[in-house]
Every structure is written in structure tokens, then in C-alpha cells.
């Protein structure tokens, strides 16, 4: 079993930054691979990024890519995700999820715990 909680979720003018924080707890949680997602009113859940075990390996989607940077901790059982020049559209909530295993994975059906998840929100 594994718990995860987010945090530094907030408002933000656009261009911004925010690093959210995502603890975790439980068995093992080195050895998952952690994934970052976030649904809009009124839309699906999305991917975001993705980070390998090991952190050799990332993933973001290409909304994000070049402005967010996903990393951890493993010392810490901290994953962040950190988010420059953030735009009204990421207006989100923002879910932390971990799935057992070593590969980086966009879609959410792989992953196996989540978090509550944190707010985010982009002024314009």
C-alpha cells in the first residue's frame, strides 16, 4: 500500500511558477514509477509528466514540455513537479499517482495509487 499527498497547489498570475510536492509512504516507494495528472472542469483527466524509479527516465506531455519539470527524491519519498511560465489553460486540479514498476507511463490506467490532489489555478 502506498499513500501519496499533494501539495503547493495555489493561484498564480500567468507566467508564473509553482512546485508542487507530492509525499509518499509505504512499501518500497523507490521503486515506483510517479506520474503527475490533472483534470479541468468539464474535461478529462490528463497526463502531465512521468518519472522513471531510478529517475533516468522522464515523460511530460506536449503542453508542458520545455515549462514543467518533473524530478524527486527518493531520500525524501518526494516527487515535485515544477512549473514555469504556467498559462490560464493549466488551471487544473493536479493528481500525484505512483505504479509499481521501472518504465515512465502517460496513461492513467497503469497506475495503481493516487492522491487527493491539489488546486491550481492560472490568472490571466
Known amino acids: 500500500q502506498v499513500q501519496l499527498v499533494e501539495s503547493g497547489g495555489g493561484l498564480v498570475q500567468a507566467g508564473g511558477s509553482l512546485r508542487l510536492s507530492c509525499a509518499a509512504s509505504g512499501r518500497a516507494v523507490s521503486r515506483y514509477a510517479m506520474g503527475w495528472f490533472r483534470q479541468a472542469p468539464g474535461k478529462e483527466r490528463e497526463f502531465v509528466a512521468a518519472i522513471s524509479w531510478g529517475s533516468g527516465t522522464t515523460d511530460y506531455a506536449d503542453s508542458v514540455r520545455g515549462r514543467f519539470t518533473i524530478s524527486r527524491d527518493n531520500a525524501k519519498d518526494t516527487v515535485y513537479l515544477q512549473m514555469n511560465g504556467l498559462k490560464p489553460e493549466d488551471t487544473a486540479v493536479y493528481y500525484c499517482?505512483?505504479?509499481?514498476?521501472?518504465?515512465?507511463?502517460?496513461?492513467?490506467?497503469?497506475?495503481?495509487?493516487w492522491g487527493q490532489g491539489t488546486q491550481v489555478t492560472v490568472s490571466s
Open positions: 499517482a505512483a505504479r509499481f514498476g521501472a518504465s515512465v507511463e502517460s496513461d492513467a490506467r497503469w497506475y495503481d495509487y
